[in-house]
């Protein structure tokens, strides 16, 4: 990919003549400068200049003057991809190369998958630590939405905490409109509509993560993932982040229709243990499921150990 | 001569067994005369809430307008119909969003919830929502028509039993109020059918 630059200088001045003729005459001579440099860079096809002047007339019988102001911008863009920095552009070839960006960070991100059971869904992630120093009990990648639908997601952490705090105030507005539980499939709407308005604004950027969110409403339990670009998929498992082809290899083959909420927190740690660099405990994997009795949980290192036993 | 008694206006609804019966009078008047005999308060949501406005005419059909048009973007994001506990909700958050320059009106709402149980509400014109087990009413005729629901009023009755209790009250209350009256119009909800009825009673 090449790598582009952009200059934008701009010069002002202001001057002040005597007379109209003299004015123009400034002015003349001025438009012959900058034309004559245009035509020198423009034939190197790099460089546009663009300039305009403005005069003013004497504003009252005590300034005899005329102000002129001219101004000139001058901006050059070196190589050919015009197109990878600016967010709101579309690449000849019909992409949005800043949103197929946020998916690369989003794919060296941690680990994370979802896994939709007959009763239940259940997510999970990686949790590894930039060092031991670090107090793990304080990190929480799997966050509540409401208390029924929870989230995780690969990629920024920063960016997944403002989406976080985003979605529940939605949430919490619809409850206090409709007085009723937000529905999953809205809320998965409304948040992917922010990540969207963050793709076609100006001076911002797409976020870098891709989440999950999970709930269980009247609709039974379901499971969502988001993109960077705002599109949203219902997936009966799924998977994101670094290894995401092993894992959702895994998970098709070992996915039933029918498995039940425990099977499927097995089958999650099972495929987390499949790219697993290191060895696997309840110190650097975060679990989170919910049931039929519609209430999200994390589950505690002691429970997470439980369910490693088992696996084992 | 206070606002709300400017255009006239009766509405009444009672809850039953598995089913609902809400009714208005059709009287449009300014003051005291009268311009129309079949102005239409109760209006359909969906097949099972109805909301009835009392007050100020103009606000009875603005607001009636913008709860369809809320109904119908709520029916298409969520595929789904409102229930009427969630409806009122909402009506009770638009008429509080004008709190300082309030729609002149007090809506009885009535609808059939989870398993067929009748829920019927009032409110008044800035949202306090007031729900019973019985019946609400609004209007001018309202005090007559608390007297005459209180009396005729027996609990769990069914749709015909409902529609008769439901058209004696409003009629001999709207017959004591001067700014309400000329016919009536009711409708029965069951979880199976609407039936819509007019009432001839005495045409002033």
New interface residues.
């Given amino acids: 990919m090449e790598s582009d630059h952009v200059m934008m200088m701009r010069t002002t001045a202001t001057f002040r003549t005597r007379s109209c003729d003299d004015c123009v005459r400034v002015r003349a001579s001025l438009r012959r400068e900058l034309l004559c440099a245009n035509s020198f860079y423009k034939k190197s096809k790099a460089v546009n200049f663009h300039y305009f002047l403005r005069l003013s007339l004497p504003s009252s019988l005590f300034d005899p003057y005329i102000e002129g102001f001219f101004e000139v911008s001058l901006r050059c863009a070196m190589g050919d991809s015009q197109y990878s920095f600016s967010l709101t552009t579309f690449s000849p070839s019909g992409k949005l190369v800043q949103i197929e960006h946020a998916l690369t960070a989003v794919g060296s991100g941690q680990t994370s998958l979802g896994i939709k059971a007959s009763n239940g869904v259940v997510i999970a992630t990686e949790k590894k630590l930039p060092s031991i120093l670090v107090d793990e009990a304080s990190v929480q990648k799997i966050q509540h939405l409401t208390p029924n639908i929870g989230v995780v997601y690969s990629g920024m952490g920063p960016d997944f905490r403002v989406l976080v705090r985003k979605s529940r105030k939605q949430a919490e507005q619809y409850n206090?409109?409709?007085?009723?539980p937000i529905?999953v499939?809205?809320l998965v709407?409304e948040t992917a509509t922010v990540m969207q308005e963050f793709t076609q604004s100006g001076g911002v950027r797409p976020f870098g993560v891709s989440l999950l969110v999970a709930g269980y409403d009247d609709k039974g339990p379901q499971l969502y993932q988001v993109d960077p670009s705002g599109s949203y998929f219902s997936w009966k498992a799924s998977a994101m982040g670094k290894n995401v082809s092993n894992a959702k290899t895994f998970l098709e083959k070992r996915y039933t229709e029918d498995m039940e909420l425990d099977d499927a927190i097995h089958t999650a740690i099972l495929t987390l243990k499949e790219g697993f660099e290191g060895e696997i405990s309840s110190k650097n994997i975060e679990i989170g499921k919910i049931g039929a009795d519609k209430v999200f949980r994390v589950l505690t290192p002691a429970e997470i150990d439980d369910y490693l036993a088992e696996v084992e | 001569m206070s606002i709300f008694e400017y255009n006239g206006s009766a509405v009444v609804a009672m809850g039953g067994k598995n089913c609902f019966a809400i009714a208005s009078d059709r009287r449009l008047g300014v003051q005291l005369q009268t311009i129309a005999t079949d102005f239409q308060r109760i209006s359909k949501i969906h097949d099972r809430v109805f909301i009835g406005l009392s007050g100020l005419a103009t606000d009875v059909q603005t607001l009636y307008q913008r709860l369809v048009f809320r109904h119908k973007l709520y029916q298409l994001r969520e595929e789904r119909d409102m229930k009427p506990e969630t409806f009122a909700s909402l009506v009770s958050a638009i008429l509080y969003e004008k709190r300082f320059g309030p729609y002149l009106c007090q809506p009885v709402i009535a609808g059939l919830g989870e398993d067929d149980k009748p829920f019927i509400c009032t409110m008044d014109s800035i949202g306090a929502k007031e729900l019973a087990k019985d019946f609400v009413v609004s209007g001018t005729a309202s005090e007559s028509l608390y007297g005459a629901c209180e009396a005729m009023y027996k609990p769990d009755m069914e749709a015909e039993e409902l529609f008769e209790t439901i058209s004696q009250a409003l009629l001999s209350s709207v017959d004591r109020d001067c700014l309400s009256g000329w016919g009536g119009h009711v409708y029965v909800v069951t979880p199976t059918e609407i039936k819509e009825r007019i009432l001839k009673g005495r045409m002033d």
């Fill in positions: 206090r409109l409709y007085k009723e529905p499939t809205q709407r």
